[in-house]
């Protein structure tokens, strides 16, 4: 997306082992950062997002961080299973503007 | 099931065609976003629609139009397609205009020969 970066692009974690995957904004005004998993052939789901009044929000075994000042956030999940294999997305959309996804993450879990 | 639904779920058309691609937002979302995604690609943000207005345009050809109807289902038209239009194309819904939460439909995929 025009403005956010998204790495790595392919990740392979061993099953129980975390993943990370890290998003880059370039625009300060973003105040909004979702996170969307697609499985093959599927719709890309919202598994958990944060705003710009938060550092840290978490939903089970996975976990979402804002640092503001550095322009970036990170998806954390821990403690993976096959079923976390899939295609992640963060955005930075700008309010009242174009919602611009990361290019994907594609994340295996090998069992 | 996120409550958003697309029609149809396949599309297959020759070079040259004009096609319409429908999407029904949830009930009670406003905004309908288009998106395109081609094979082993990302989200392609196309346009955004916000109560019957176009509210953000992104990398959309001209080719192509949208508009949202006044019961706020949406429609995308391509028209003089080409073989790279081949693609599968979602559209979202959220209640407001800003960056809210975004429900995608199961999407359409479109082939042409």
């Known amino acids: 997306g025009e403005n956010v970066e998204q790495h790595p692009s392919t990740l392979s974690v061993q099953e129980g082992d975390s993943a990370v995957i890290k998003c880059t904004y370039s625009?300060?005004?973003?105040?909004?950062f979702p996170w969307y998993k697609q499985e093959l052939g599927k719709r890309p789901q919202l598994i958990i997002d944060?705003?710009?009044?938060?550092g840290e929000k978490k939903d089970q075994r996975i976990a979402v961080t804002l640092n503001k000042t550095a322009k970036h956030f990170s998806l954390h999940i821990t403690e993976t299973q096959p079923e976390d294999s899939a295609v992640y997305f963060c955005?930075?959309?700008?309010?009242?503007?174009?919602?611009?996804f990361g290019t994907g993450t594609s994340l295996t879990v090998i069992p | 099931d996120s409550g958003v639904t697309q029609t149809p779920k396949h599309l297959i058309t020759a070079t040259g065609q004009r096609v319409t691609l429908r999407c029904s937002p949830r009930?009670?979302?406003?905004?309908v976003y288009w998106y395109q995604q081609s094979l082993d690609q990302g989200l392609q943000f196309l346009i955004q629609?916000?109560?019957?207005?176009?509210?953000a345009k992104g990398n959309i050809l001209e080719r192509f139009s949208a508009q949202q109807f006044p019961d706020l289902h949406s429609e995308l038209n391509l028209s003089s397609l080409e073989l790279g239009d081949s693609a599968l194309y979602f559209c979202?819904?959220?209640?407001?205009?800003?960056?809210?939460?975004?429900?995608f439909g199961p999407g359409t995929r479109l082939t042409v020969t």
């Open positions: 629609y916000y109560n019957g207005e176009e509210r």
């Open positions: 009930s009670g979302d406003l905004s």
């Open positions: 979202a819904s959220s209640v407001g205009r800003g960056s809210y939460e975004q429900y």
């Open positions: 944060i705003r710009s009044n938060v």
């Open positions: 955005a930075a959309p700008l309010p009242g503007n174009q919602f611009y």
């Open positions: 625009d300060s005004a973003s105040n909004y």
